[in-house]
């Protein structure tokens, strides 16, 4: 089943989160990084042929969890400004020297943009649950509860944390029609596209991209809004065809993405801010308490993990470009756990859309590369962040 949709023109991942803007590479933003701190290495490919893959997450068997948003249907619909489902997303894992998926049928939800190119969400993220025969997903949504409806029972599971049995563990989309949290900022639009989720005692906090917003789901589905992450400002040099329409005049989304519990106890927030070059920063969140920015200087930050010393690993999306689709290469930043000072971790430029990052205890970082179709990768920097 397909259904048209006339909001935010863009669709998943990097344009889901940042909708159909331009982003403008703005001289002088960004913060100048330090020496890289690694040569150049190049990396292993551990796993390919990944159907829009999405985030990697370790698990604690030593396994290695990687989410594949899928194809959409078997039959794609093609007309601007539509979407569709099918059951095509899935878990794929990897352990020692096996791989292969763990589940499949998984809701994929493909999204036809104005021009015609389509992307594709689902799964974003997913761990292991307490038993280890069942697993929790968040799906993306882009859209509201009625986007949802609107495609079928097949498309329940989108906006959710969800087990892998069907059971929802929170509605984000639900959260985002009944609160619109970031409306106090001015933010015209009703929209979520929940992207990464972390444990906090008995509860989930779940980054909301398309809301603005950290949700906390508590054990009994119920939701609270945790945090919500003010627009950026962005210089009059670039507001001219990068200001994203459902903004004020002058200021970027946040666009809110990784999560990490660091080693201070506090949560580290990774945001967007539209992809414009040297506006996206890093938020501290302890909970209780509203956000503070850690750091800042950085862009399309999509990803955050912990070096073995405790610094933030953050994956970035790019570096710079002109649209969510024409973009520089990813690069990965480590980030100092008590000053927030960043430098590049030199990768050779072989990023490409990367969405996803996992750092091990020893120091190697895996990257979900070449997220945009079927011929996504899983590489492995041995040694990157140690």
């Not at 023109?9 to 002088?28: C, E, H, K, Q, Y």
């Not at 894992?93 to 763990?102: D, E």
């Not at 029972?153 to 906006?159: I, K, Q, V, Y």
Request: charge should be negative.
């Amino acid at each position: 089943m397909s259904v048209s949709r006339n909001s935010w023109a863009g669709a998943v991942v990097v344009a889901a989160a940042v909708g159909s803007l331009a982003a403008a590479t703005i001289p002088g933003q960004a913060a100048t990084p330090a020496a890289h701190p690694h040569p150049a290495t190049a990396p292993v490919v551990v796993a390919s042929g990944l159907h829009n893959p999405r985030a990697v997450r370790l698990q604690p068997d030593g396994s290695l969890l990687v989410t594949e948003a899928g194809s959409g249907p078997a039959t794609a619909c093609t007309t601007p400004n539509t979407q569709c489902v099918g059951d095509t997303a899935s878990l794929y894992k990897i352990k020692g020297s096996w791989q292969g998926r763990v589940v499949t049928g998984l809701t994929s939800q493909l999204i036809v943009r104005a021009d015609g190119s389509g992307v594709v969400s689902g799964p974003i993220e997913a761990d292991a649950g307490p038993t280890g025969s069942t697993y929790r997903i968040l799906y993306g949504l882009s859209g509201t509860p009625d986007t949802r409806a609107a495609l079928g029972p097949a498309a329940a599971p989108l906006g959710t944390l969800s087990t892998s049995t069907g059971k929802v563990l929170g509605d984000l989309g639900v959260h985002e029609e009944l609160n619109d949290p970031d409306s106090v900022l001015g933010n015209n639009d009703v929209y979520s596209n929940p992207w990464h989720f972390a444990r906090d005692g008995q509860d989930f906090l779940a980054t909301d991209a398309g809301a603005n917003d950290l949700i906390r789901i508590h054990p009994d589905g119920t939701t609270q809004t945790a945090a919500l992450f003010p627009n950026n400002i962005v210089p009059p040099a670039a507001s001219a065809g990068t200001v994203h329409p459902d903004a004020p005049a002058g200021q970027a989304e946040a666009v809110p993405t990784g999560i990490v519990r660091g080693v201070d106890g506090a949560f580290y927030i990774t945001d967007m801010s539209g992809i414009r070059t040297g506006l996206g920063r890093i938020w501290r969140y302890v909970s209780g308490g509203q956000p503070t920015v850690f750091a800042t200087g950085l862009t399309g930050s999509i990803d955050v993990d912990l070096a073995p010393n405790g610094d933030l690993i953050v994956l970035s999306y790019t570096q710079g470009g002109t649209s969510p689709t024409q973009t520089s290469p990813g690069a990965l930043i480590r980030v100092n756990h008590r000053t927030g000072a960043w430098s590049v971790i030199d990768t050779g430029d072989v990023l490409n859309q990367p969405t996803g990052l996992a750092v091990t205890a020893r120091g190697d970082v895996y990257v979900t590369n070449n997220t945009q179709g079927t011929s996504g990768e899983l590489l492995k920097f041995t040694g990157a962040a140690s």
